[in-house]
């Protein structure tokens, strides 16, 4: 099985001939390829080249259109704060809708428009190009809740759930269109299995997740289905109020972060539920040894089962050691979905890879 093919396999009820990998890499991806960040971000060109680099070089399933969760917002016009090799952010104290009747002005930006959501589009159907065949390429959009708090800013949305509900349902609706209009478009480019990052599902509580976002969510991913896409979430932070909800939000994989443990995430979420994860990207991956990685991911293994997918719990940060993701690479490698009892100490012997050039 070539990756793509082993990923849907897991995605589908198969049998994958070991398990898939799916990390998420960005600026360790940028890195790669002796790139700035803002030159990632901002050229899909540059975005392509790290993503190939990087899979090539740790023998990744997927290859993946992420970058960062502000492109929607600044093609409709949001105040982006860029650097020269971090990620770019909003500025909080500017939202572009600081006044509120400005929702009623805003217009649902046009992904294939020249702005930076089309930037992605053609970054997904360059990956499709280039290695599509191979590897499966996964498009990227904001959840509703991360998509509004990015037009609305984070600390005012968070007053206005319980100070005007329903302005943050007409906002939440416009970033449920926008952002089907948007996976739509990277899914035509060659997009097989879309993102959904929605960290604000995270912070509001089990009971405002229930109220305003989890139907979202299931109208949402499956809307992504219906194109013919697989729906992948990723929540940062602690889930563990909202993973009963989440059961049934219709999502094909679920990433699992850190703070929340993977065997309570599988009673939750149910034995066919696929999950990603939830190794410590800090602690595990970026401090730890090649040791550490294989038994850290033989344990999330063992309390996942075999409906599961070899990752951190968010993304592999940017000056982790090459030789810890390649244990996570070997420990893929050496395992099918069943077989999570052994093969941490050979993935610990396997020498580093060769360091190259950028």
């Not at 563990?240 to 979420?269: C, F, K, N, Q, Y």
Request: net charge negative; hydrophobic share 40%.
């Amino acid at each position: 099985m070539n990756g793509r093919q082993r990923i849907l396999a897991m995605l589908e009820g198969g049998r994958p001939d070991r398990l898939p990998l799916m990390p998420i890499a960005m600026m360790f991806a940028a890195d790669q390829i002796g790139a700035k960040y803002r030159q990632y971000v901002a050229d899909c060109r540059v975005l392509v080249a790290g993503q190939l680099r990087t899979a090539e070089r740790f023998d990744i399933d997927h290859v993946s259109c992420i970058s960062d969760p502000t492109r929607e917002a600044a093609d409709c016009g949001a105040d982006i704060r860029f650097f020269p090799d971090q990620p770019p952010a909003f500025a909080e104290g500017r939202s572009l809708l600081a006044d509120k009747a400005a929702l009623r002005r805003l217009k649902v930006p046009d992904p294939l428009g020249g702005g930076r959501m089309h930037d992605r589009v053609r970054a997904a159907a360059m990956l499709k190009e280039k290695v599509g065949r191979d590897r499966l390429v996964e498009g990227w959009v904001e959840g509703p809740g991360s998509a509004a708090s990015g037009l609305r800013g984070l600390n005012t949305l968070m007053l206005d759930f319980h100070d005007d509900p329903p302005f943050v349902r007409d906002l939440l609706e416009f970033a449920v269109e926008m952002e089907l209009r948007f996976a739509a478009a990277q899914v035509e480019a060659g997009a097989e299995i879309i993102g959904v990052g929605d960290s604000m599902a995270s912070l509001i509580g089990p009971a405002l997740y229930g109220e305003f976002l989890l139907p979202l969510h299931r109208r949402m991913f499956a809307g992504i289905r219906e194109m013919g896409a697989k729906v992948r979430l990723h929540i940062c932070g602690n889930i563990d109020g909202i993973l009963g909800p989440l059961a049934g939000a219709g999502a094909d994989m679920i990433d699992i972060d850190s703070p929340v443990p993977m065997d309570r995430a599988r009673r939750e979420l149910g034995p066919q539920q696929v999950l990603l994860g939830n190794l410590d990207p800090v602690a595990a991956l970026r401090n730890g040894t090649p040791q550490g990685v294989a038994e850290a991911l033989a344990a999330c293994h063992r309390h996942a089962g075999p409906r599961y997918i070899v990752g951190a719990g968010c993304e592999v940060p940017r000056d982790t050691p090459p030789a810890n993701l390649t244990a996570m690479t070997e420990y893929a490698r050496s395992h099918g979905p069943h077989e999570n009892d052994a093969g941490a100490q050979q993935v610990a012997l396997s020498p580093p890879p060769r360091e190259e050039e950028p």
